[in-house]
């Protein structure tokens, strides 16, 4: 990677999905691929591609693509593919529970080894075959469980204090998938995903498209 060149997070959200497509070209037994067969499959413009991947110095040669394997390894290395990921999931409702079920299958490195929700008793049971505790217990057992990283599905008035907590006991950081926005300290890092503007921005591009 290039010294001193901070990564766009719109690059960043997008290196998980050139790993994906990368894996797939790999087990189809494809060698080399172009910007333009990646754009392609993954439906973005390959020239955005070309800008993500210069951030990282040259990884194509010009008029034969990309090695598929030696992105593969880069991409792997870059995402740290090596290393597992412990989530802890704070908050059981409706979307927490479909996570539950989920836990990243599709991710082996990464899964939620931990759960927390208000209506959960103080020694815990079991959902899906992952604990989940009374928050009460948050610090202890997010700890005891060595998670790295939080998912919030909690309601939109304790987000905030749920934050605090996490960043209490250093945190590296949240997949936020409530309204507010939060306010952490510098080494924790936050992503927000609120479906609600998802769907209102793919309903306006709906009706305005040409």
Do not use: C, W
């Amino acid at each position: 990677m290039k010294r001193d060149i901070k990564i766009p997070q719109a690059t960043t959200k997008r290196l998980p999905l050139y790993y994906r497509f990368l894996q797939n070209f790999a087990n189809d037994g494809k060698q080399r691929v172009s910007s333009q067969e990646l754009s392609e499959a993954m439906k973005i413009d390959s020239a955005t591609i070309r800008r993500d991947f210069s951030y990282f110095g040259a990884l194509g040669k010009k008029g034969y693509g990309y090695d598929v394997l030696y992105l593969l390894e880069f991409f792997r290395q870059i995402l740290d593919q090596d290393e597992g990921a412990n989530v802890a999931l704070i908050g059981v409702g409706n979307l927490g529970n479909a996570l539950l079920k989920y836990n990243f299958q599709k991710n082996h490195n990464t899964r939620i080894v931990v759960a927390f929700d208000t209506k959960a008793p103080m020694e815990g049971h079991e959902v899906n075959g992952i604990p989940v505790y009374h928050p009460d217990r948050l610090e202890e057992m997010y700890q005891k469980y060595n998670a790295e990283l939080a998912i919030l599905t909690v309601s939109s008035r304790s987000a905030q204090a749920i934050a605090d907590r996490l960043a209490a006991i250093n945190a590296k950081g949240i997949l936020n998938f409530t309204p507010v926005r939060l306010n952490v300290p510098d080494t924790m890092k936050v992503m927000n995903i609120d479906l609600a503007v998802e769907l209102e921005a793919l309903i306006y591009l709906i009706r305005n498209s040409d």
